[in-house]
C-alpha cells in the first residue's frame, strides 16, 4: 500500500512529460539526397545512417583533402551571419538549422550525417524535403529510453530592448514566436507551436526561408546565396512577393523562424523541456541564450534520465514519466 500511495503523491505533486516518443529513436536505413547549398551555389550530397542508441546526432564532413567528424553543441558554432554554421579544425559546415529542425521535430535522436560539401543544401528552402526522405525509409525506436534537459526555473536573455528569449519550466515543448518586420505582407506575425510529430510537420516543417530584394545585392556582394532562387526561399520586393505560388502559409515567415529556432536549439546534447517565449531573434541571439543556458546548467537545467531506476518504475506503471519538472 504505501507503494501505491507514494506513486499518487507523484502523480498529483509532478509533471507529466507530454510526449508519444520516449524510446529513443533513429531512421530505419541509410537514405542521401543531392541539393545545392544556398550561399556556396555548390552542389552537395549527404547520407543519413541509422545509429545505435546514445549514439547522438554527429556531422561528418568529407572534402577532397580531409574528413571531420563534428559534434554539433552550442559551442560548435563559428559563424551565425544568415545561417547556423558549426565548425571544427578549420573545417566548417554552414545552414544545418533546418536538418537539425527536422530531426528534433521528428523526435530522432541518432543519426550519422555525412555531407560531401561544406554547407547542408537548401532543398526547397523548408525541412520538408529532409522529412519525407526520413518518411521514406521509416523511423524505427531503439531499446533504450531518451534523455532530457528540463527547464527548472525562467530565464531570460535579451539584447538590447526588442531582442528577447524567454524560457520557463514546462510539462512539454512549447514555442511563442513573435516577429516584426517593417513590409506590407508581414509586419507583425506570432505563432505559438507545440505539438508532437505530426503537428511538426503540418504546422513548421513546410515553412521556407525568406528574404529581401532590395537585400540581394548586398549579399551577393559579400559571396553569399549563390544558390538562392524562388525554388527555395520566399522573396520580398518592396510591397509583394515574388514567387509565383505565393506563401504555403498566411504567416510563413514566423513559422521558418520557429523551424530555425528549434534546429538552433538542438544544438544542445538532448531535447530541452520547457516554454519558450521568442521576440525577434535571429541564429546569433539563439546560439548566445543556447550557450548561457548551457553553462548555468546546475543553476537552470535539470537532467533527465528516463533509464534510471527511479523513472523506469513509474514509466512501466503509467505508460508516461513523471518528472519534477514543474
Known sequence: MGTIFALIFLMLNLGYIKSKHLLQRTIREKVECIGVGLHTGEKVRVVFYPKEADYGIRFKVVSKDRTLYIDPSPFSVVDTSYATCIGSEGVKLCTVEHVLGVIRGLSIDNLLIEVHGSEMPIMDGSGICFVKLFKKVGIVELPKYKRFFAIKRPFLYKEGKNRWIKVYPYRGFKVKYTIMYDHPLIKTQEFV??????????????????????????????????????????????????????????????????????????????????????????????????????????????????????????????????????
Open 193 to 326: 507551436y507545440e505539438g508532437e510529430e505530426e503537428d511538426f510537420i503540418r504546422e513548421i516543417a513546410g515553412a521556407r526561408t525568406f528574404g529581401f530584394l532590395k537585400e540581394v545585392d548586398i549579399l551577393k556582394q559579400k559571396g553569399l546565396i549563390k544558390g538562392g532562387s524562388l525554388e527555395n526561399a520566399v522573396v520580398f520586393d518592396q510591397n509583394s512577393v515574388l514567387n509565383k505560388d505565393g506563401f504555403r502559409f498566411k504567416d510563413e515567415p514566423v513559422r521558418h523562424k520557429i523551424l530555425d529556432f528549434i534546429g538552433d536549439i538542438s544544438l544542445i546534447k538532448y531535447p530541452l523541456i520547457g516554454y519558450f517565449e521568442v521576440f525577434c531573434s535571429g541564429h546569433s541571439l539563439n546560439n548566445l541564450f543556447l550557450r548561457v543556458l548551457y553553462e548555468k546548467k546546475e543553476e537552470l537545467l535539470s537532467y533527465i534520465d528516463l533509464n534510471q531506476k527511479r523513472y523506469k518504475i513509474l514509466f512501466e506503471r503509467f505508460k508516461q514519466p513523471l518528472l519534477n519538472v514543474i
